[in-house]
């Protein structure tokens, strides 16, 4: 830590007085200065109402004086104050002010209360990045194994699958093939299960039709193993968010309607979509049971890394991601992301040449 420069002016010289020194010279100030009135009027004087008046008066003016002083003493215990508390409440890039009057002892702890606010937000940019990288890894393992899924062991069971079909055809009929079409059948639901394993890590439409493409097929497949019903609402202006967003909120609304479909036994599920001018508001409402939010974040177990990773997928997309709660009145989690100036896209680059047109979404839909 560097030493400070000596004081050179007198304000430099005033603003390394002890807070204490300050405060009893301007006690001893308006003391000395009512005495001096007093000594200077009484004698020779009989007019008693107007001494009266002079004393009050210039009792008034010390304690304004005085008032002021201290005030203007204190101020930066105040700011100390209030900084603390807009760091308390998250905002991280509060810091304490520099102050013209201030001690020493003031400023050397506004200083420190700076350099470690300043080393708590390098920690938490560093742990962005790091959560960033390993988010990045995760979508790249999921799509090297969404993609092994699809064109390797999906296809090698499909081709077993048709092989058998054709054995089938070409067995005489008096023999019992009943074991063989067994075969297919479990064969058959096995390929499925690949299938929507493989698009639950990676769906096809995330890339080639966007979020909300991607969105709609995987509340299709929700809808068909479960029943429980999930309707959209609003548009995702897509042009208007970064890479990160958009992977961002296709993971955290999956992983809302999965969470809710596994452990809240929901009747419905809401997803809104509303745009302003700078942010996408998302909010994933379901009527289940419920949890405890303020429990949940005290278990020390692994029941809660979802909620983890969605606030870090939110965090990594520069964006706030709250959830309400309660045993027995479902739940609610709701994401703001901020969008971007809208930005013209190349439809006839040759990256969007080899896309396939989206068809048109309805502003409302319900599987």
Not at 155 to 168: K, N, S, W, Y
């Amino acid at each position: 830590m560097a030493p400070e420069p000596i004081a050179s002016t007198p304000v430099d010289q005033m603003r390394r007085v002890p807070l204490f020194w300050k405060l009893f010279a301007a006690q001893v100030a308006v003391i000395t200065l009512v005495l001096v009135l007093a000594v200077r009027l009484l004698p020779g004087r009989n007019d008693w109402p107007d001494l009266l008046m002079i004393g009050l008066l210039t009792f008034a003016l010390g304690a304004l004086l005085s008032g002021w002083i201290l005030r203007v003493a204190l101020r930066p215990m105040d700011d100390l104050t209030e900084t603390a508390r807009r760091v308390t409440m998250g905002d991280w890039r509060a810091r304490a002010p520099n102050w013209a009057f201030a001690d020493d002892r003031t400023r050397r702890l506004a200083r420190v209360l700076n350099e470690m606010l300043d080393a708590v937000a390098l920690a938490k940019r560093t742990q962005r990045d790091l959560s960033r990288r390993v988010l990045l890894s995760e979508e790249r393992e999921r799509e090297r194994l969404a993609h092994e899924l699809y064109a390797g062991t999906a296809q090698t069971m499909a081709g077993v699958l048709v092989r058998l079909r054709i054995l089938e055809r070409h067995i005489d009929p008096s023999v019992d093939v009943s074991g063989i079409a067994e075969i297919s059948d479990e064969l058959r639901l096995a390929l499925q299960e690949i299938r929507s394993v493989a698009r639950r890590l990676r769906p096809p439409e995330l890339d080639e039709l966007g979020v909300r493409s991607a969105l709609e097929a995987h509340v299709r497949m929700v809808h068909e193993k479960t029943g429980v019903p999930i309707a959209f609402d609003g548009d995702i202006p897509e042009a208007r968010l970064s890479s990160d967003a958009r992977l961002g909120l296709f993971r955290i609304v999956q992983e809302a309607i999965c969470n809710a479909v596994e452990h809240g036994a929901p009747s419905r599920i809401d997803v809104s979509f509303v745009q302003t001018a700078n942010q996408l508001r998302v909010a994933v409402i379901d009527d289940g049971c419920g949890f405890d939010v303020p429990a949940m974040g005290r278990l020390a177990d692994f029941s809660n890394l979802g909620l983890v990773g969605m606030r870090e997928r939110a965090q990594y997309a520069l964006g706030h991601l709250s959830i309400a709660s309660s045993p027995g009145r479902g739940t609610r989690v709701a994401l703001v992301l901020p969008l971007q100036q809208a930005r013209l896209e190349a439809i006839g680059s040759a990256r969007h040449e080899s896309r396939i047109d989206p068809a048109p979404v309805v502003a409302r839909i319900e599987v």
